[in-house]
């Protein structure tokens, strides 16, 4: 059962909402590999790609997903918005809803941004990252590829490494893995650990050599330099011998781990290049995935069912 209005974060949602998302997307990621990867299932629908904040992944899934659907897409970024002259966030959206899209999709480096305009226009809303707040549908990303490699999610020890106070990620991932059954396990250095985490239910090390013996999956977070107001470690050198994965390291994790990392990667700060390249990477598999669950949420926010579309 879908019932949502607007994909604001996972937080809210239930387990059989994340089932539903998930077993959609099965059905939608076969398009992908068709001659011609286009059906007619949102055909007349126009989806508003809305950024104000630099993004490729997830723009441009975004708008694969759209057209793939054959929906028409545009893509407005912040520096081409009415919001460079002075305009107001809200008239903007108030405007673009005025040309009744049919879907509005915002990513903002504010948080809350994203349900600050669904309160004020009535075409459904997606989140694609507000601030540190939470970027819900890359956690439904990985969960569908830990699911499509694992078969199941209920029970799996999960390891989110790195600057865990500056990833929405890890926080979209928490609520969602959480609701799923799943544990989560948080790594990282003290500077970078937000007090009190643990009242989200995961548990928290600062050791990454001591803890991934018993990891499923471990999902290496990239190190948001850009996001921090001031400088939380002595030096990128120290940082990476630390908490850098590396061959050294996955030695000592299981032999079917699955290792994951959203993007963008700093290559030998969080993962080694060896690593990346590994078979048990899915780093790729996650981005591939990620168009069709983007596509299975159109779909349902528009009023589909969980059901296959020719």
């Known amino acids: 059962m879908f019932n949502l209005k607007n994909f604001l974060g996972t937080k809210c949602l239930s387990n059989e ?18 001659p011609i990867k286009k059906v007619p299932t949102l055909r007349g629908k126009t989806i508003i790609n809305l950024f104000f904040e630099p993004s490729t992944r997830t723009r441009t899934s975004f708008e694969i997903a759209g057209k793939r659907l054959s929906a028409d897409v545009i893509n407005i970024s912040g520096s081409s918005s009415g919001t460079v002259k002075g305009e107001n966030l809200i008239d903007t959206a108030l405007n673009l809803e005025a040309m009744h899209p049919d879907i509005m999709i915002v990513r903002h480096a504010l948080s ?30 990985d969960l569908h590829t830990i699911r499509e490699a694992k078969g199941s999610l209920k029970g799996l020890n999960i390891m989110i490494v790195g600057d ?35 009242k989200m239910g995961v548990s928290v090390s600062y050791d990454l050599e001591g803890s991934i013996h018993d990891a499923d999956v471990i999902m290496m ?25 590396t061959s050294k390291f996955l030695e ?22 060896d690593v ?33 579309t020719n």
């Open 276 to 308: 990346m390249e590994n078979e048990r990477s899915l780093i790729l598999t996650q981005v591939t995935n990620g168009v069709a669950v983007r596509m299975a949420l159109m779909y349902l926010l528009l009023g589909g069912k969980n059901d296959n």
């Open 221 to 245: 977070l990239r190190l948001q330099k850009e996001r921090q107001s001031r400088y939380l470690l002595p030096s990128i050198r120290e940082y990476s011998n630390l908490y850098c994965l």
């Open 17 to 34: 909402e994340i089932t539903t998302i998930l077993d959609t997307a099965d059905s939608f990621k076969e398009i992908s590999t068709r």
């Open 112 to 141: 809350g941004v994203s349900e600050m305009i669904s309160q004020y226009v009535k075409c459904p809303i997606i989140n694609a990252g507000d601030g540190y707040h939470e970027h819900p549908t890359q956690a439904l990303l």
């Open 252 to 273: 000592k994790a299981k032999d079917d781990v699955l290792i994951f990392h959203p993007g963008p990667v700093n290559r030998g700060v969080e993962i080694s290049l």
């Open 164 to 198: 865990i106070a500056h990833s929405r990620v890890v926080r979209s991932n928490i609520y969602a893995m959480k609701t799923m059954g799943m544990n989560v396990k948080l790594i990282g250095p003290p500077t970078m650990m937000p007090l009190g985490i643990e």
